[in-house]
């Protein structure tokens, strides 16, 4: 069997598989619809500044560690692990919480709030170790061949755990906390799967294992694009040839396997194998044509939020500020249910603001900050119009000035907003939705969109909509997955 593949899109999912098949003699090209790579891993340079686009700081540092020892390389970028975690600022309360791996710094700051925090905290985190530890082998690092395999899989799973898919994650905080301050804190993880702790599942608790006691957040020396470089700098050692402004809008098969894709100026590419990193769902109904996916179908699929995300440069510097940072309303419970499909919710947004010049000098001129806010709001199913971007922005930059204590607009020398609909051009997500498929218990595992074609044999799929699902070392996991099944196949 030839070992020509070609991956679709230069995603963390594309370029970290294409690095496994190359170090393993395959012949990769990789086609990408815009001028760089990393997908939502991205980059912005403008005015001088350097933002970081999408991810932030991500967890299971391992699995990066793991990565490079498969690849025979050492790690293309550095990392360093985070005391604080994030800060967490309430509108009603002056006070700011710092989220510390120590548990016992993290607690102390609960002392008024909620009695006995650190043991029940510590309770709940035992639990969570738990969930981690009885699914992460069996059904996140696993290929399922089919829904009937994986259901007999999920029976190894302990039953203790069975009550967490039918409750929300939500209702399991609530179980072992009742002040709204350990509550919302505990509970804000849930976001980082794209939806609300309302609409995820109590399962996913799992995360705030990861975040404190398993592994912890990370930052990357130099900015969250070290990473795509890195591994691109790596992928040019193997002679990997990436092909920029190209998008795979079509394709030839041939009985059960596709033997060429087309590309938006009508040039075809062949190849004996092809891995999809472009979004799983999508690309099947919107490029294969596959009926199971047409618009229609993909429409009624459960997405995540879309961001509202914004690039400031500042010509000043922000001590008060600290590097991860989130800024809550007084309404929690009423806003995380709104805020998905009722676009009113924006007029107080819930934000998050990453100052990546704050330990990386050369992200911003001398003197000056690079700002990165993410506002969680309804994907394109929900809110079409973006016109009032302008105005939702403003008013996140008025609220952050009052809370910080600094007018920030007369600072303002570089602004950049992207909106839904920009997710959804520049990367193809689906209406924008900016982490794919959400993560309901009917789309993971077996009942995610597959890492292989059914139809095509010699076509696989890598990345946020396919198994495992969002977030980078997911990405990283993926592309072991999607890996081992190009290996079965071309050893068939
Ligand atoms: C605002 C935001 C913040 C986030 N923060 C974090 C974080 O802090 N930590 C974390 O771990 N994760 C975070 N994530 C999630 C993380 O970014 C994604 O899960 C991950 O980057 C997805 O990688 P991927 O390879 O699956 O897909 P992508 O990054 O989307 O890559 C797919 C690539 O395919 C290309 N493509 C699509 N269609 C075609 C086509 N037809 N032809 C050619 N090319 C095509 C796209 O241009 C893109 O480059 C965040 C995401 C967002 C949006």
Redesign the pocket.
Known sequence: MNKNILV?????????TALRLAKKGYKVKI????DK??????QIKKDGFTFD???????MSYEFEEFAKDCNIKLPFEYIELKTLYSVNFIDNPKTFYVKKYIKDFSEQFNEYEDDFEQKFTNYLNQCGDAFNDTIDIVIKQNFDSVIKYFIKLTQVKPKHLPKLYTSFWKQVKKHFSSKEAQQIVSLVAF?L?RTPFDTSAIYSLLSYTEFKHDGYFNVKGG?YQIVEGIVNELIKENVEIIYN????DFIAENDKITTLV?NNGKNWTSDIFLI???AA??RG??LKNKKYSVNKLDKMNWTMG?L?FYIGLKCKLPQVNHHNYFLGSNYEDYANNVMKNPDSLQKPYYYVNVVSKYNDDCAPEGCESLFF?CPVPNLLYKKNWDDKDLIVDSIIDDFSERIGKDIKPEIVSKTILTPVD?EK????HRGA???LSHKIMQIGALRPQNFDKKYKNTFY????TIP???????II?SKLAFERIENYTRK
Do not use: C, H
Not at 8 to 16: F, H, M, P, T
Not at 37 to 42: E, S, V
Not at 426 to 429: I, K, T
Not at 469 to 475: D, E, F, Q, S
């Open positions: 679709v899109g230069a995603g963390l999912g594309g370029i970290s086609i990408e619809k815009n790579a990393g997908g939502r891993l991205n686009v999408g991810p932030s700081f991500f967890s980082f794209g969250m190209t998008e795979i809008v590309d990193n472009a979004d999508a690309f919107k490029v961001y995300t993410v997710w520049q990367f193809n997500l900016g982490l794919g890598v990345g946020a909509s699902g969002a977030g980078l070392p997911m990405a993926s």
